[in-house]
């Protein structure tokens, strides 16, 4: 079998402008949501832990030693240089989110065109990744470059794969470590993936050619330090260090242990069952069952010696598939699950390229499947019977249980009638259907929401702005820290989301006495239980120690719906 041959950019081809602009482009109109920066509902939790670090920073506060943000330093930094490039406001978050979810999925698309044979499975790829993992609600609040960075990494690293350039050893090196200072479970996931296939690949170079088995090593290692050397400076000068270790170890080792909603159980016999094959549980089974079938074509190919570049680049993008495969399990109808299908999608749209390759090479040459022959003969037909496997299971990928579209058929009719909906968790809502309003506060830079919800939210925000002073600090209860940026307020402490605290034991207590030792004026309060805590089928609240001093030492001055301003009684 021929690979398909990249074209050199001393052979300019116009298929290139098709390739990496016209498809990158097409891509990028497939999730475009009309309104993109001031429509649609703006969840307060999801927002709030991003914008209260990033106004804690702006209130020139350091990283982990004065707030601690819920993904790495790096995506709260990059946030907060795109509102000061773009304005400090809700809509510019959403527009960092949605470049990155835009980002992303070229990316993925552009791994996806290095690796086929076949230019028309890139393009059915840009189809699939639009369709499959892209829900338009999630795309503004969720992802985006922190997924970006890692995907970055592994294209970097297949390119380095094909050409062998230790520019490219220290490009996915920096971005191996972009990753992990942007959200360390990413970075882990891509570092894991590609040292594991680069050992792999230098282990067998080196018994081919006798050569240094890890001569690029030290490329990738350079790469890493020019990301984490500058931010160890930083850290250290802003004495923070040791907090940032301390933290990121407290995160990784507890925050799934406390958070998670008890994982995603697949039930075999029920998931291949005919009445459930359009279920999910038949799309986390078939996605377990396409990484075992990549495990076991690749183990073949490594024991017959025949590993291609384009072999290791599958390898290194089903590890880190698959680790995001089993971290989705959390949430598995959620963003996650959506985010650890496009690795999925690669793959198997890469053996779909390379049976159409085999089955073509066959019919340009002729080859006739003759009875009674030795199995060479009859192999055309072993590679169709898989590809016909492999097109079934592709189709289930991509038409089962998608929450928001069900099919390409219904994918493509939002894209005629988007402009009169607005994206759902879950779905989709007609517009006319809803009243909206748009919030006059600065900081929302007229962000529309429907006015129930633009109620509390303007009115408690207005309230604290006049009652309290530019640099007082306010502490919101339980996860309404989205106030704190709308009113341009501090916070009290170092969680931004209070019950982010329950994460730990000393941070309960930590939190506990900075509410008795600061004693702020104000607190905004929540007056019901948390999504959070619903999430993980709590009937009370966190934090009850926390609930019983506000209730002993404040009383509501103001409501605003939901939404309760309390007011010291000794102040």
């Not at 922190?146 to 995907?151: D, E, K, P």
């Not at 490009?171 to 470590?177: D, E, P, V, W």
Request: glycine content about 6%; hydrophobic content about 50%; some cysteine.
């Amino acid at each position: 079998m021929k690979d398909r041959k990249m074209p050199h950019a001393s052979r300019f081809k116009w298929s290139l402008i098709l390739d990496y602009i016209v498809f990158p482009l097409l891509l990028i109109w497939f999730i475009y949501q009309p309104d993109f920066m001031h429509g649609f509902i703006v969840d307060h939790f999801e927002s709030g832990k991003e914008l209260v670090c990033i106004n804690e920073v702006l209130h020139g506060k350091a990283l982990y030693k004065d707030t601690i943000p819920y993904f790495g330093p790096l995506c709260t930094y990059l946030q907060t240089l795109f509102m000061l490039a773009f304005g400090t406001t809700i809509a510019s978050l959403k527009a960092y989110f949605y470049a990155g979810t835009l980002s992303l999925l070229v990316i993925s698309y552009l791994v996806g065109y290095r690796l086929f044979r076949s230019r028309l499975f890139a393009y059915l790829l840009a189809l699939s990744l639009a369709v499959e993992t892209i829900n338009p609600y999630w795309s503004l609040w969720w992802g985006g470059f922190r997924f970006g960075f890692g995907m970055a990494a592994i294209l970097f690293f297949i390119a380095f794969l094909e050409k062998g350039k230790r520019a490219y050893a220290f490009l996915t090196g920096m971005f191996i470590a972009v990753a992990l200072l942007t959200s360390i479970d990413v970075g882990v996931m891509s570092a894991i993936s590609i040292i594991f296939t680069y050992y792999l690949y230098a282990w067998r170079r080196g018994r081919e050619s006798n050569t240094q088995p890890l001569r690029h090593a030290s490329w990738f290692l350079f790469g890493i330090a020019s990301i984490a050397a500058p931010f160890v400076l930083y850290c250290l000068k802003k004495n923070a260090l040791f907090s940032y270790l301390e933290t990121t170890y407290i995160l990784v080792t507890n925050h799934i242990k406390v958070w998670g909603t008890g994982g995603m159980v697949i039930n075999l016999k029920s998931a291949f069952a005919f009445h459930n094959i359009l279920t999910v549980d038949f799309k986390v089974a078939a996605v377990a069952f396409l990484y075992v079938f990549t495990a076991i074509y690749m183990i073949n190919r490594f024991r017959k010696n025949i590993l291609q570049w384009p072999d290791y680049g599958i390898i290194c993008l089903s590890i880190y598939g698959l680790l995001m495969y089993k971290a989705s399990f959390r949430a598995v109808l959620g963003p996650q699950f959506e985010m650890a299908l496009q690795p999925a999608l690669i793959v198997l749209l890469f053996f779909m390229s390379r049976l159409w390759g085999s089955i073509t090479d066959i019919l340009r040459n002729n080859r006739k499947i003759i009875p009674g022959k030795p199995n060479r003969e009859k192999k055309p037909l072993a590679l169709v019977s898989l590809s016909i496997v492999l097109i079934l299971i592709s189709t289930y990928l991509i038409f089962s249980e998608k929450v928001s579209y069900r099919s390409v058929k219904d994918f493509i009719t939002y894209q005629k009638h988007k402009d009169y909906f607005m994206p759902l968790g879950r779905g989709f809502l007609p517009l006319n259907s809803v009243k909206f309003s748009t919030l006059t506060v600065a900081r929302a830079k007229n962000m529309k929401m429907p006015s129930e919800y633009a109620q509390y939210v303007e009115g408690a925000t207005k309230y604290i702005s006049r009652v309290t002073n530019p640099d007082e600090k306010v502490f919101t209860f339980p996860d309404l820290a989205l106030i704190n940026f709308l009113a341009d307020r501090p916070s009290l402490d170092r969680f931004g989301i209070a019950i982010f605290a329950w994460t730990w034991r000393p941070w309960r207590e930590e939190l506990l006495n900075d509410l008795r030792r600061l004693k702020p004026r104000y607190i905004v309060r929540g007056n019901g239980i948390s999504s959070l805590a619903s999430s993980i089928k709590r009937k009370t609240e966190f934090l009850p120690e926390v609930i019983d001093y506000m209730n002993s030492n404040y009383y509501v001055e103001a409501s605003f719906g939901p939404v309760d301003i309390l007011r010291s009684k000794y102040k």
